[in-house]
């Protein structure tokens, strides 16, 4: 299976100019699965009540493309359902089966949880013989509800990590691959923001045993994910049986 990302300089609260780049630097572009980063259509923007979808406007966009590539395509925009905010990460694939995952871990250091109401549930979703589990940005340093409960294959992140904060993402992705034996793949912005903060090229895929699996080109980061890869690396590192067991209070 194919996933690539695209590492998109998004325009600050903006949608119709980042729909239009994102079409523009997918054109061309084949894979099973495309990614897009956290709050692509806006920005990581605390102005809620501004920039949140109020008529799904970033979903339907994503329907389209998905419809175009015959591909899914997965990215978070801000939405407002039920007079409430959220951070919402769409999986939508086809034929317009569509899953969200909103934000659970809102970075207070920012004020998300102040304007952003955080998720109840973890959110997996299978797709092509994958058991995907979706993640946004923040999310990625905890690492217990990242816990592979011998139920996923894959973890998405999609973020916008500051360059100043860089060496963090990276580590705790490969941290990520290697604990839970799994694909991880982390899709990161590019560009400044509204705010004035940098993000350089830091998208990555990497293999349960810490391997980047991922090539670059232009903004488009790739990587081929092999399902017999990875069950045979499970198979002969069985480290999830010793696990211990827990459950998270959400």
């Known amino acids: 299976m194919r996933i690539a990302g695209l590492n ?4 600050w609260k903006n949608k119709d100019r980042n729909f239009q780049l994102i079409e523009e630097q997918l054109k061309d572009q084949q894979a099973d699965i495309f990614l897009l980063p956290e709050m692509f259509s ?25 419809e175009e590539k015959n591909a899914a395509i997965c990215g978070s925009a801000p939405v407002e359902q039920d007079g409430k905010f959220y951070n919402r990460m769409y ?25 952003y109401t955080p998720g109840n549930k973890r959110v997996i979703v299978n797709y092509k013989g994958f058991r995907i589990l979706l993640q946004v940005c923040y999310d990625l340093r905890f690492p ?3 816990r592979n409960n011998d139920d996923y294959d894959a973890v998405l992140y999609v973020a916008n990590w500051p360059e100043k904060r860089v060496g963090a993402w990276e580590h705790l992705l490969k941290a ?17 923001d509204g705010n004035n903060l940098f993000y350089q090229e830091s998208s990555h895929c990497f293999f349960a045993d810490g391997t980047e699996i991922s090539q670059k080109n232009g903004n488009i980061v790739s990587a081929e994910l092999n399902m017999d890869e990875l069950k045979d690396f499970r198979q002969h590192f069985q480290f999830l049986n010793d696990r211990d067991r827990f459950t998270i209070d959400l």
């Open 8 to 11: 998109l300089d998004i325009v």
């Open 42 to 66: 806006t920005g990581f923007c605390m102005d809620a009540a501004e920039v949140s979808d109020r008529n799904e406007e970033s979903l339907e966009f994503l329907k389209k493309i998905s």
């Open 91 to 115: 999986f939508v694939q086809p034929d317009s089966e569509t899953v969200f995952y909103d934000k659970r871990h809102l970075f207070s250091f920012s004020g998300e949880d102040k304007v």
């Open 144 to 146: 217990i509800f990242a």
């Open 176 to 192: 990520r691959a290697i604990e839970n034996l799994s694909f991880v793949f982390g899709l990161n912005r590019i560009g400044t």
